[in-house]
């Protein structure tokens, strides 16, 4: 794994970004380490650390980036290309005794 990296805006305003409780050990610009949040952590260094502790899943990566402010950790925005369940685009049908309104709470 990579080096990790404090952000050092992140760091300069480190109350605004705490309370995930994850801690890890990552390096500031003076090469010096301390142990640190997750939230702490760049942008790059948030997906390095990602990927280093249980290989490749899109959508949970851009949910943790976007938790933690980052945004999408990934330039492309798409998660997949798979449909959900493995149903091609066009392959799901409403069931005729779909009950809308318990469904949605349109229920009085």
Partial sequence: MTNLKVDPTRWNEKE???GTGIFIRAQFDDETWEVVEISHLDKASLLAWLKSKGGDNRLAENCIGVLLGHGHL???KSVSNQRPFGL???EFEVPDD????V???DEE
């Fill in 74 to 76: 990934h330039e492309d």
């Fill in 103 to 105: 469904v949605w709470g």
């Fill in 98 to 101: 779909f009950d809308r309104e």
């Fill in 88 to 90: 091609a685009r066009g």
């Fill in 16 to 18: 605004k970004w705490e």
